[in-house]
T-cell receptor, first 114, second 114 residues
């Protein structure tokens, strides 16, 4: 079946450090891949997405590349800020019967120290 | 373009009661999905509605039911509440049905069952 496995947290970094959060997936077919972010006390916001192999999604300095050969979609940012502190979810979109559903990883909590 | 909205923000119920949560989809979207996010976990797919009919269901019992209205607003109903139903309930809208694509999430309703 379809599943997402992501790096366990929490991850604590200093401001301006380089960030990588690993994500791998198992899927039949060719799913779309996503990173969602959840700030404290809020719902999910779409951070970036990629819809086919070798696509790179990017937003707010974050990037992730759809790697079909390694079934990975690792999230990276060159210089993190305190405001990036949140929980990050890797996810894929799969068809289930005729419904489109999002399958999420367990989330990685990121804390950035000033 | 308006985003996804949900009401109420917070809700406290007692075991055995029934609850109705509401969602207004993003303009132009014709599917609405509901997810349950337990504390410290990723969201889990409950079901999806398209053209006012259930279009797919995750691993949730029949006491979780829903409605979609012609204006694409939606309700999630949960009967015979259990303590484990305490969670953040997220509504997501997307378009079109039958395509694995992006879903946009509302801020959620936090349900506490005592």
């Amino acid at each position: 079946g379809n599943s997402v496995t992501q790096m366990e947290g929490p991850v604590t970094l200093s401001e301006e450090a380089f960030l990588t959060i690993n994500c791998t997936y198992t899927a039949t077919g060719y799913p779309s891949l996503f990173w969602y972010v959840q700030y404290p006390g809020e719902g999910l916001q779409l951070l970036l997405k990629a819809t086919k192999a070798d696509d790179k999604g990017s937003n707010k300095g974050f990037e992730a590349t759809y790697r079909k050969e390694t079934t990975s979609f690792h999230l990276e940012k060159g210089s993190v800020q305190v405001s990036d502190s949140a929980v990050y979810f890797c996810a894929l979109s799969a068809l289930y019967s005729s419904a489109s559903k999002i399958i999420f990883g367990s989330g990685t909590r990121l804390s950035i120290r000033p | 373009e308006t985003g996804v909205t949900q009401s109420p923000t917070h809700l406290i119920k007692t075991r055995g009661q029934q609850v109705t949560l509401r969602c207004s989809s993003q303009s132009g979207h014709n599917t609405v999905s509901w997810y349950q996010q337990a504390l410290g976990q990723g969201p889990q797919f409950i079901f999806q509605y398209y053209r006012e009919e259930e279009n797919g269901r995750g691993n949730f019992p029949p006491r979780f039911s829903g409605l979609q209205f012609p204006n694409y607003s939606s309700e999630l109903n949960v009967n015979a509440l259990e303590l484990d139903d305490s969670a953040l309930y997220l509504c997501a809208s997307g378009s079109p049905a039958g395509v694995a694509d992006t879903q946009y999430f509302g801020p959620g309703t936090r349900l506490t069952v005592l």
